[in-house]
C-alpha cells in the first residue's frame, strides 16, 4: 500500500475521533496509520504495514489511553470511598426510612438518613457511607 493511503487513513481515523464523543479509541489508529505510512515510505513491504498498523496501534491503546482520560477528565479520579467524612447540604427533608436530596461538591445526590433519625432541607450532615448514588448521612 503506498504511503500516501496510510496517511489518508490516518487523518480520517483522526477526523472520526474528533467528531465522535469519548472513548479516544480512533486517534491511536489513527496514529498508528501515520506510523506505517513512515514505514511505507521507507520501503517496507505490505506484509510488514499489516502487521505493524494494528501492533503499534493497540500497543499506543493500551499503554496511553487511559493516562489522556485522566489527563482530560473524562476518567471519574475521585474514588466514590472518599466522599466518606464529607459534608453534604440537604436539598430537601430527608423523612426517616425515606429518601431525600443533598449536595455534595455542587452535584446533587439521593440522601438517607443513616441513623433513621429525619432530617430537615437545609441541614449540614456529613457522609457515613456511599451506596451507589445514594449518600447516608448523619447530622453535623
Same mark, same amino acid.
Given at each position: 500500500?503506498?504511503?500516501?493511503?496510510?496517511?489518508?487513513? +490516518?487523518? =480520517?481515523?483522526?477526523?472520526?475521533?474528533?467528531?465522535?464523543? @469519548?472513548?479516544?479509541?480512533? $486517534?491511536?489508529?489513527? !496514529?498508528? &496509520?501515520?506510523?506505517?505510512?513512515?514505514?511505507?515510505?521507507?520501503?517496507?513491504?505490505?506484509?510488514?504495514?499489516?502487521?505493524?498498523?494494528?501492533?503499534?496501534?493497540?500497543?499506543?491503546?493500551?499503554?496511553?489511553?487511559?493516562?489522556?482520560?485522566?489527563?482530560? +477528565?473524562? =476518567?471519574?479520579?475521585?474514588?466514590?470511598?472518599?466522599?466518606? @467524612?464529607?459534608?453534604?447540604? $440537604?436539598?430537601?427533608? !430527608?423523612? &426517616?426510612?425515606?429518601?431525600?436530596?443533598?449536595?455534595?461538591?455542587?452535584?446533587?445526590?439521593?440522601?438517607?438518613?443513616?441513623?433513621?433519625?429525619?432530617?430537615?432541607?437545609?441541614?449540614?450532615?456529613?457522609?457515613?457511607?456511599?451506596?451507589?448514588?445514594?449518600?447516608?448521612?448523619?447530622?453535623?
Amino acid at each position: 500500500m503506498a504511503w500516501w493511503l496510510w496517511v489518508l487513513i +490516518g487523518v =480520517a481515523l483522526l477526523i472520526v475521533e474528533i467528531v465522535t464523543p @469519548g472513548g479516544l479509541f480512533a $486517534l491511536f489508529f489513527g !496514529v498508528g &496509520a501515520v506510523c506505517v505510512a513512515v514505514l511505507a515510505a521507507i520501503g517496507a513491504g505490505p506484509v510488514v504495514q499489516w502487521i505493524t498498523f494494528p501492533v503499534v496501534s493497540v500497543i499506543l491503546l493500551v499503554a496511553l489511553r487511559r493516562r489522556l482520560q485522566e489527563r482530560m +477528565g473524562s =476518567a471519574p479520579s475521585v474514588p466514590v470511598d472518599s466522599l466518606v @467524612g464529607q459534608e453534604c447540604l $440537604l436539598l430537601q427533608d !430527608v423523612p &426517616a426510612g425515606g429518601q431525600g436530596q443533598a449536595e455534595l461538591r455542587g452535584v446533587p445526590w439521593s440522601a438517607r438518613a443513616a441513623s433513621g433519625i429525619p432530617l430537615a432541607k437545609g441541614q449540614r450532615c456529613k457522609v457515613e457511607r456511599v451506596d451507589g448514588v445514594v449518600l447516608y448521612v448523619t447530622a453535623v
